[in-house]
């Protein structure tokens, strides 16, 4: 069996707060394998997105283990950090995170100019449907575009990992079936390990495996046997 | 937000900086002035002859007009201090028999005023005494009339006369070599034979005289007594030069305060219309709780009133501090009894209200539009703002529009374009300021090459008590250590063209003059033409004359007639007004025998002492003006204020470059933290993010040099033009090195405000940032 691309022991977080101290995860222990999908279920505060932080480098654990190949995440420094984002993640936010200055296109190449092996912006923005939006700004597209347009800025780096942040909360369900389907495609087609955190408990069925998370620690891991295609998810 | 709050403050600060030290230094300094004349009897007209009877003085007294009148003797003389090597000057002046003189009157710093019957008792300038360590009972030596007298010092005394007192010849107080020396008449009288007559008249004016039609009726008076011509306070040297400073002053405080004011409005204005956009939700949310629209404007009005309090306390306690030094520095070259900074209420007052204005309507745009929205829609987020395509339409755009983060800064600035013109303009302002405070500098250097080194290059200048035959030089040129004497003749004239009348002196040289040259506007030397006059640059401007157009020339010695000449060459100098022409041409115009005033001299500096010993035994000569003294003198005096203005000047260019640098990268940062913080999450490095957040603001500063080049020019031209004045000028001079120092400056200012801002990318919320709406 390929070696896992992700893999964790005992990964803690622990916040302080004043006096308090808030431990938002307690003792994670997961692997993930290449070209996976995977999605987060929890509820707010159960610490899916910390925990989706630290495996995309921007935050950091407070003990254990977490090895991205054989790269230990958690003995790098912020420099370290900042060039694993920048070769490996490919991140796509709720909100979209779109530079509004810039038109889609620029967004795209915004990124591919910083990247190593990157793909042309227009084949990028071309795989997700946008080809003829590339040169409207974000404020003229709308919020599924946009989502769309952020995909393809994720990917256009061609990440090996690809970590969605509530890609689908900010939209509604027509629109966030057609963001879903994309990100399904890109991470298909680009043999890319994705990494989705939602509310949306339908989205599972689209996953390899499902991690529930509750009270800080990953409480089940569902395997589906056959994967739904997004274009026949309702909600 | 206190630093940017405090970056505001410093602005306004410094304006009221500016302001309190100019317009109070001025106001100190015009106020002791008028408050001296008046109390010390300062005289409106003043004449000198030869001799005349005293009785003249109730002839004079009779002219319309004429207030009162006083006479005296006054006369130029060697003096010899033991242990001073070089020889120094006095003008002797005459004490009534009884009590002190109706005018010009003396304020007595120590000691007593002389015994009227003492042969040998005087009273000495303040700043000789000081200079000397003098204090009454010392003694030193003068030659009165070739006899040499041991005088004793009886008090030491300071006159509204003599408040910059120069010496014959100099240009700049020389309180080492010159002295005012007032002595009993009696005495003065018996050494000059003068006895029952006077040799200079002093008069005061009725409040509604016309000083004209005094001068005119006086020297008719005083014609049949040789009297060259009289004048009046514009003319008087101690006046003149303190009205110079006093320009100097008023100059500055109407071109720097309101640069301030502007850059105040606009940095207000910068960064209350964010806040207020940060706080546009709350605004919204109080207005629909029912707060009423004055009430959230007073909110924000309260938070510039404060800045603007802070500003104002720091400017008046910072503008007093710079005042008493300006005040300060004024007093070691202008001598009066006490001058003291004053801290007039109301000036404070008028910088406290000029910076609330200036904040206030910065600020009263920025909160229009916290009061014009409707609840409902403050509550709500603001729209995205619409970006524009930016040459994106020509069928082959330019290069750059391929980069992305170039293509971020240009629809930033395209998108708010009176936000980038104003921090462009406000940039250019602060360049501009700092050429100005450079170029004071250079112009300082270049006048100080023309002056003293292409014009005059001898070594010193031994002026006669009267007119000598011309073969005085061929004896000058015998002492000791001379190596090249050059004779010089000088008379008084009133030059005329038109309406404008100007008293000059009108020198005579030779044509091939080599020791003090005359330089013309293109700063070559030229040979005096034979005939004609070569004028002033400036004169001629005065007097609105052009090469080859005449003028009349009044002379005031000899027979006085009156001629036309016609104005042959231009000079270009920097000191004084003057007239020069042909010295055998001079000789014929005057209808007497080639004489000489004074000799140029160069030195072999080995033999000067020789030189001084036999100088000091020659009693034809009234004094001896050294140039190397003449400049050290130039540059200890002038060189400080010079370099204390610019120090100010430096400061508070930086303060404008820091305060809108700063304010901009910080509004520019809360405004883009979002997108940085996002880009530093899709893996940009913090470099790459600060390059992102100030490209924008390197390009605005970099595009602003050029304006402010010529800003700077012009202000330059400004300050030169109305600085420039008949005693003194500046030359234009803008070296290229002068540009590039400014601007490196300025980006240097800027690239500090602006990492202070940068270091701030360091604690971007990258977690917080994915979980945020704009």
């Given at each position: 069996?390929?070696?896992?691309?992700?893999?964790?022991?005992?990964?803690?977080?622990?916040?302080?707060?004043?006096?308090?101290?808030?431990?938002?995860?307690?003792?994670?222990?997961?692997?993930?394998?290449?070209?996976?999908?995977?999605?987060?279920?929890?509820?707010?505060?159960?610490?899916?997105?910390?925990?989706?932080?630290i495996v995309g480098g921007i935050d950091t654990a407070t003990s254990g283990d977490l090895r991205?190949?054989?790269?230990?995440?958690?003995?790098?420094?912020?420099?370290?950090?900042?060039?694993?984002?920048?070769?490996?993640?490919?991140?796509?936010?709720?909100?979209?995170?779109?530079?509004?200055?810039?038109?889609?296109?620029?967004?795209?190449?915004?990124?591919?100019?910083?990247?190593?092996?990157?793909?042309?912006?227009?084949?990028?923005?071309?795989?997700?449907?946008?080809?003829?939006?590339?040169?409207?700004?974000?404020?003229?597209?709308?919020?599924?575009?946009?989502?769309?347009?952020?995909?393809?800025?994720?990917?256009?780096?061609?990440?090996?990992?690809?970590?969605?942040?509530?890609?689908?909360?900010?939209?509604?369900?027509?629109?966030?079936?057609?963001?879903?389907?994309?990100?399904?495609?890109?991470?298909?087609?680009?043999?890319?390990?994705?990494?989705?955190?939602?509310?949306?408990?339908?989205?599972?069925?689209?996953?390899?495996?499902?991690?529930?998370?509750?009270?800080?620690?990953?409480?089940?891991?569902?395997?589906?046997?056959?994967?739904?295609?997004?274009?026949?998810?309702?909600? | 937000?206190?630093?940017?709050?405090?970056?505001?403050?410093?602005?306004?600060?410094?304006?009221?900086?500016?302001?309190?030290?100019?317009?109070?230094?001025?106001?100190?300094?015009?106020?002791?002035?008028?408050?001296?004349?008046?109390?010390?009897?300062?005289?409106?007209?003043?004449?000198?002859?030869?001799?005349?009877?005293?009785?003249?003085?109730?002839?004079?007294?009779?002219?319309?007009?004429?207030?009162?009148?006083?006479?005296?003797?006054?006369?130029?003389?060697?003096?010899?201090?033991?242990?001073?090597?070089?020889?120094?000057?006095?003008?002797?002046?005459?004490?009534?028999?009884?009590?002190?003189?109706?005018?010009?009157?003396?304020?007595?710093?120590?000691?007593?005023?002389?015994?009227?019957?003492?042969?040998?008792?005087?009273?000495?300038?303040?700043?000789?005494?000081?200079?000397?360590?003098?204090?009454?009972?010392?003694?030193?030596?003068?030659?009165?009339?070739?006899?040499?007298?041991?005088?004793?010092?009886?008090?030491?005394?300071?006159?509204?006369?003599?408040?910059?007192?120069?010496?014959?010849?100099?240009?700049?107080?020389?309180?080492?070599?010159?002295?005012?020396?007032?002595?009993?008449?009696?005495?003065?009288a018996s050494a000059y034979g003068l006895s029952g007559a006077i040799s200079s008249v002093s008069?005061?004016?009725?409040?509604?005289?016309?000083?004209?039609?005094?001068?005119?009726?006086?020297?008719?008076?005083?014609?049949?007594?040789?009297?060259?011509?009289?004048?009046?306070?514009?003319?008087?040297?101690?006046?003149?030069?303190?009205?110079?400073?006093?320009?100097?002053?008023?100059?500055?405080?109407?071109?720097?305060?309101?640069?301030?004011?502007?850059?105040?409005?606009?940095?207000?204005?910068?960064?209350?219309?964010?806040?207020?956009?940060?706080?546009?939700?709350?605004?919204?949310?109080?207005?629909?709780?029912?707060?009423?629209?004055?009430?959230?404007?007073?909110?924000?009005?309260?938070?510039?009133?404060?800045?603007?309090?802070?500003?104002?306390?720091?400017?008046?306690?910072?503008?007093?501090?710079?005042?008493?030094?300006?005040?300060?520095?004024?007093?070691?070259?202008?001598?009066?009894?006490?001058?003291?900074?004053?801290?007039?209420?109301?000036?404070?007052?008028?910088?406290?209200?000029?910076?609330?204005?200036?904040?206030?309507?910065?600020?009263?745009?920025?909160?229009?539009?916290?009061?014009?929205?409707?609840?409902?829609?403050?509550?709500?987020?603001?729209?995205?703002?619409?970006?524009?395509?930016?040459?994106?339409?020509?069928?082959?755009?330019?290069?750059?529009?391929?980069?992305?983060?170039?293509?971020?800064?240009?629809?930033?600035?395209?998108?708010?374009?009176?936000?980038?013109?104003?921090?462009?303009?406000?940039?250019?302002?602060a360049t501009a300021v700092l050429i100005v405070s450079l170029f004071t500098g250079n112009a300082?250097?270049?006048?100080?090459?023309?002056?003293?080194?292409?014009?005059?290059?001898?070594?010193?200048?031994?002026?006669?008590?009267?007119?000598?035959?011309?073969?005085?030089?061929?004896?000058?040129?015998?002492?000791?250590?001379?190596?090249?004497?050059?004779?010089?003749?000088?008379?008084?004239?009133?030059?005329?063209?038109?309406?404008?009348?100007?008293?000059?002196?009108?020198?005579?040289?030779?044509?091939?003059?080599?020791?003090?040259?005359?330089?013309?506007?293109?700063?070559?030397?030229?040979?005096?033409?034979?005939?004609?006059?070569?004028?002033?640059?400036?004169?001629?401007?005065?007097?609105?004359?052009?090469?080859?157009?005449?003028?009349?020339?009044?002379?005031?010695?000899?027979?006085?007639?009156?001629?036309?000449?016609?104005?042959?060459?231009?000079?270009?100098?920097?000191?004084?007004?003057?007239?020069?022409?042909?010295?055998?041409?001079?000789?014929?115009?005057?209808?007497?025998?080639?004489?000489?005033?004074?000799?140029?001299?160069?030195?072999?500096?080995?033999?000067?002492?020789?030189?001084?010993?036999?100088?000091?035994?020659?009693?034809?000569?009234?004094?001896?003006?050294?140039?190397?003294?003449?400049?050290?003198?130039?540059?200890?005096?002038?060189?400080?204020?010079?370099?204390?203005?610019?120090?100010?000047?430096?400061?508070?260019?930086?303060?404008?470059?820091?305060?809108?640098?700063?304010?901009?990268?910080?509004?520019?940062?809360?405004?883009?933290?979002?997108?940085?913080?996002?880009?530093?999450?899709?893996?940009?490095?913090?470099?790459?993010?600060?390059?992102?957040?100030?490209?924008?603001?390197?390009?605005?500063?970099?595009?602003?040099?050029?304006?402010?080049?010529?800003?700077?020019?012009?202000?330059?031209?400004?300050?030169?033009?109305?600085?420039?004045?008949?005693?003194?000028?500046?030359?234009?001079?803008?070296?290229?090195?002068?540009?590039?120092?400014?601007?490196?400056?300025?980006?240097?200012?800027?690239?500090?405000?602006?990492?202070?801002?940068?270091?701030?990318?360091?604690?971007?919320?990258?977690?917080?940032?994915?979980?945020?709406?704009?």
């Amino acid at each position: 069996m390929a070696p896992p691309v992700f893999a964790a022991k005992d990964l803690t977080k622990t916040y302080a707060s004043g006096d308090v101290e808030v431990r938002a995860l307690r003792g994670v222990n997961f692997e993930v394998g290449a070209g996976e999908v995977v999605v987060l279920l929890g509820p707010s505060g159960s610490g899916k997105s910390t925990f989706l932080n630290i495996v995309g480098g921007i935050d950091t654990a407070t003990s254990g283990d977490l090895r991205f190949k054989d790269i230990d995440l958690t003995k790098l420094r912020e420099r370290d950090l900042t060039r694993y984002r920048r070769e490996s993640v490919g991140f796509v936010f709720q909100f979209y995170n779109l530079v509004p200055s810039l038109t889609a296109l620029e967004n795209v190449a915004l990124v591919t100019e910083i990247s190593t092996n990157p793909m042309r912006p227009q084949d990028a923005l071309a795989m997700i449907g946008l080809e003829n939006r590339m040169h409207h700004f974000p404020a003229e597209l709308s919020g599924g575009e946009q989502q769309r347009v952020a995909i393809a800025r994720a990917i256009a780096k061609r990440p090996e990992v690809l970590l969605c942040d509530e890609p689908t909360g900010a939209l509604d369900s027509k629109t966030g079936v057609l963001v879903i389907e994309a990100l399904l495609k890109v991470s298909a087609e680009l043999s890319t390990t994705t990494l989705i955190i939602t509310h949306n408990a339908t989205i599972q069925d689209v996953a390899d495996r499902v991690f529930f998370f509750a009270d800080g620690n990953i409480s089940r891991i569902q395997r589906n046997a056959t994967r739904r295609r997004a274009a026949d998810l309702v909600w | 937000m206190w630093p940017q709050a405090v970056a505001i403050g410093l602005v306004i600060a410094g304006g009221v900086a500016s302001l309190v030290m100019s317009v109070g230094s001025f106001r100190s300094l015009d106020e002791t002035r008028a408050a001296y004349y008046e109390r010390y009897q300062f005289a409106d007209v003043f004449a000198n002859m030869p001799r005349a009877p005293r009785s003249v003085l109730d002839e004079i007294a009779a002219i319309p007009g004429v207030a009162m009148a006083d006479g005296r003797i006054a006369k130029l003389a060697l003096l010899d201090i033991s242990n001073v090597a070089e020889p120094a000057s006095g003008l002797f002046i005459s004490l009534p028999a009884q009590g002190e003189p109706d005018l010009n009157r003396l304020y007595m710093k120590e000691g007593r005023l002389p015994d009227p019957l003492s042969d040998s008792e005087v009273v000495v300038s303040g700043g000789f005494a000081q200079a000397h360590g003098f204090a009454p009972g010392d003694t030193f030596s003068a030659i009165l009339n070739g006899k040499r007298r041991e005088l004793v010092i009886a008090g030491t005394a300071l006159s509204p006369e003599f408040i910059y007192a120069i010496g014959p010849g100099d240009r700049m107080p020389d309180n080492w070599r010159f002295a005012v020396v007032w002595m009993p008449e009696r005495a003065l009288a018996s050494a000059y034979g003068l006895s029952g007559a006077i040799s200079s008249v002093s008069v005061t004016l009725l409040r509604d005289a016309s000083e004209a039609q005094v001068i005119d009726r006086l020297d008719a008076v005083l014609d049949r007594y040789g009297g060259s011509a009289a004048y009046g306070r514009k003319d008087q040297t101690s006046h003149a030069f303190l009205e110079h400073g006093l320009d100097m002053l008023r100059n500055m405080s109407t071109t720097i305060p309101p640069i301030f004011l502007l850059v105040t409005a606009f940095l207000v204005n910068l960064v209350l219309s964010r806040l207020i956009s940060l706080e546009r939700e709350q605004i919204g949310l109080l207005k629909a709780l029912g707060y009423r629209n004055s009430a959230i404007a007073g909110h924000y009005l309260k938070f510039v009133l404060v800045i603007a309090a802070a500003g104002i306390i720091v400017g008046s306690v910072a503008g007093t501090w710079l005042g008493v030094i300006v005040t300060r520095l004024f007093g070691t070259f202008y001598q009066f009894p006490f001058l003291v900074f004053a801290k007039n209420p109301d000036l404070y007052a008028l910088g406290a209200i000029l910076s609330l204005v200036a904040a206030g309507l910065g600020a009263s745009r920025a909160i229009r539009t916290a009061v014009v929205l409707p609840p409902a829609v403050a509550m709500q987020a603001a729209a995205p703002p619409r970006f524009r395509r930016f040459l994106e339409f020509l069928p082959s755009p330019p290069r750059f529009t391929a980069q992305p983060g170039l293509m971020m800064m240009v629809r930033g600035l395209w998108q708010r374009p009176l936000r980038t013109a104003m921090t462009a303009f406000g940039i250019a302002l602060a360049t501009a300021v700092l050429i100005v405070s450079l170029f004071t500098g250079n112009a300082i250097e270049q006048l100080v090459d023309v002056t003293y080194f292409m014009a005059d290059r001898q070594d010193a200048t031994i002026g006669f008590v009267a007119k000598q035959p011309a073969n005085a030089v061929l004896q000058v040129a015998r002492f000791p250590g001379v190596l090249a004497a050059e004779a010089v003749r000088e008379v008084s004239i009133r030059i005329r063209h038109g309406s404008v009348e100007r008293r000059v002196m009108l020198s005579g040289r030779g044509r091939n003059a080599d020791l003090s040259r005359i330089i013309d506007t293109n700063l070559r030397p030229v040979i005096l033409p034979e005939s004609g006059l070569a004028i002033s640059s400036y004169l001629a401007g005065v007097l609105g004359a052009r090469v080859g157009d005449s003028v009349e020339v009044d002379l005031l010695e000899g027979d006085r007639r009156t001629v036309v000449l016609p104005i042959a060459a231009l000079v270009e100098d920097y000191f004084g007004i003057r007239a020069m022409m042909d010295a055998d041409a001079l000789a014929r115009l005057l209808r007497e025998a080639p004489s000489v005033n004074a000799v140029n001299v160069s030195l072999d500096q080995s033999r000067v002492a020789q030189l001084y010993a036999v100088v000091k035994g020659t009693p034809a000569v009234a004094g001896v003006a050294l140039k190397e003294t003449a400049l050290a003198n130039f540059r200890s005096t002038l060189a400080v204020t010079i370099t204390t203005m610019a120090a100010i000047y430096t400061n508070l260019a930086a303060i404008i470059a820091v305060g809108i640098v700063y304010n901009s990268a910080r509004i520019s940062l809360s405004e883009r933290a979002r997108e940085l913080a996002s880009l530093r999450v899709l893996g940009f490095t913090r470099w790459e993010t600060i390059r992102i957040l100030l490209l924008e603001l390197t390009f605005l500063t970099l595009i602003a040099q050029p304006p402010g080049w010529l800003m700077g020019y012009g202000l330059a031209w400004v300050m030169k033009t109305r600085l420039a004045g008949e005693l003194m000028r500046v030359p234009m001079i803008m070296q290229n090195l002068t540009y590039v120092i400014a601007s490196a400056i300025i980006l240097l200012a800027a690239a500090l405000s602006a990492l202070i801002v940068a270091r701030r990318v360091n604690w971007l919320d990258l977690v917080a940032v994915l979980k945020t709406r704009d």
